[in-house]
């Protein structure tokens, strides 16, 4: 029962309280959901995309948090959610110099909080009901080893809070907080990963009702796959945190231990435009860590090409183009092709010896680019007329023919695979190569050679 564990302690709850409660108002920063920096394909984890000079990102994130603050009996059950509902806004801005440094800052504002006061110990504490600004951050890091898309990255940072928020309305701790941390990152492939770990120093050492608060170690750990040439990420994370000054060891004590779980999708479109959504599980009970958090992103990040880039004609040659190739202006999805001979000017694509399809890209890799594929994002053959690129479908029955138990015979879908696709002319649910009556509604029969006929 640890990881379900109250967020202020149950055992103490359970004590004798005064009639004459006494009121209090928050004393910290409730949100836990701490946002990479803008440009990472992630949300907490960090891609290291530290590419380019004078190189900007920027973007905003909705997060809501469903109770991230609750007081619960001595028996788990909730006694109240101090803060039922917490609704923060993102607004972040991040510049890159001289391929490795970044820098970045992050704004965030608890656009909407309510909850139920809570009685704990005497003490009547009262939920927020306004908006207000929170700790604003500024964060810089440095890569050290390796280079963006190879198998390990390794950079350097620390991030700075500034105690710009109100901590009666839980979104600041009252003084300036410092994180030094390592990032590890990289991609394999198709496969991406990142790692953080940092010391999180909170001098303000206090306690909220029973629960302490002071510094932690914290963690940050996200895989995950890309797809649709790069233009998509998705994957789960996870964030971990614990205090560090709990006498019973870390990741022991029940209120200072958060851990969330994430499972995120980032889209590029239009070259430099993203969308990001985001869902998961609070995993502990810890302050501010809630049942259930929801992320919705949008980032502007300019796209960047290495100079050296491998051309691969629609013939499979491959040959190098020359190293002084440089990302035109005229280039409008960054893919090293001009505007002007570019098939696909708003899509970042391949080079190719065809001028109809030259700089289209083809996400599903099965040879048909995707200006051309009505299935662009599924492997398919090619075919005449609306679904060329698509899987084959003999019976053009809208099932592709690997789940159509009948591929040879249009048919209506079904929930059942064994029947999917196949048909069955009188509807009674007996499809034609079973049904012994297949023109007349029937039943089913424990004799299968009455199988779909009437009853008498």
Not at 142 to 157: D, E, I, K
Not at 394 to 407: N, R
Not at 437 to 451: K, L, M
Request: aromatic share 8%.
């Amino acid at each position: 029962m640890f990881f379900r564990s109250s967020a202020l302690v149950c055992v103490l709850l359970s004590l004798p309280m005064s009639a004459w409660a006494q009121s209090a108002q928050g004393t910290f920063n409730l949100n836990r959901f701490d946002p990479a920096e803008k440009g990472s394909e992630w949300f907490t984890a960090d891609s290291l995309d530290l590419r380019g000079h004078v190189r900007p990102a920027v973007g905003v994130l909705l997060d809501y948090g469903y109770k991230p603050l609750v007081i619960y009996n001595d028996d788990l059950t909730t006694r109240s959610a101090l803060v039922r509902h917490q609704l923060m806004l993102h607004a972040g801005l991040s510049m890159v110099f001289w391929d490795r440094w970044r820098v970045g800052i992050d704004l965030p504002i608890a656009l909407f909080q309510e909850g139920q006061p809570g009685l704990v110990l005497g003490t009547q504490y009262v939920p927020p009901t306004r908006a207000a600004i929170g700790d604003i951050r500024v964060g810089t890091d440095v890569r050290v080893l390796g280079r963006y898309g190879g198998p390990v990255q390794l950079a350097l940072g620390a991030l700075l809070w500034l105690p710009t928020g109100q901590p009666a309305l839980y979104t600041g701790d009252g003084t300036v907080r410092v994180m030094p941390r390592a990032t590890v990152a990289g991609d394999i492939s198709w496969f991406a990963y990142s790692a953080s770990f940092g010391f999180h120093f909170r001098p303000k050492v206090q306690s909220f009702a029973v629960a302490p608060i002071g510094s932690e170690l914290v963690l940050r750990i996200a895989v995950g796959v890309h797809l649709a040439n790069r233009r998509i990420m998705i994957g789960p994370e996870f964030a971990a945190s614990t205090g560090t000054a709990n006498p019973s060891g870390l990741f022991s004590a029940r209120t200072a231990t958060n851990i969330e779980a994430l499972l995120g999708i980032h889209w590029r479109f239009l070259s430099d435009w993203r969308l990001a959504a985001a869902v998961g599980p609070g995993l502990s009970r810890g302050l501010g860590t809630p049942e259930i958090r929801a992320i919705l992103g949008f980032e502007y990040v300019p796209q960047l090409r290495e100079k050296e880039n491998i051309i691969v004609t629609e013939e499979g040659t491959e040959h190098e183009r020359s190293s002084s190739a440089q990302v035109s202006p005229d280039d409008r999805d960054n893919d090293g092709i001009a505007n002007g001979i570019d098939a696909c000017p708003d899509s970042e694509g391949m080079a190719t010896t065809n001028p109809a399809t030259n700089g289209c890209p083809d996400s599903d890799g099965d040879g048909i680019f995707d200006n051309g594929d009505s299935c662009p994002f599924v492997a398919g053959i090619a075919q005449p007329g609306k679904r060329n690129g698509c899987p084959p479908d003999k019976d053009l029955d809208g099932l592709i023919d690997t789940v159509d138990a009948c591929p040879d015979e249009p048919g209506p879908n079904s929930s059942d695979r064994r029947i999917a696709g196949c048909p069955d002319r009188d509807a009674d649910g007996i499809i034609d190569r079973l049904d012994r009556c297949p023109n007349v509604p029937g039943i089913r029969w424990s004799d299968p050679s009455r199988d779909g006929c009437p009853a008498k």
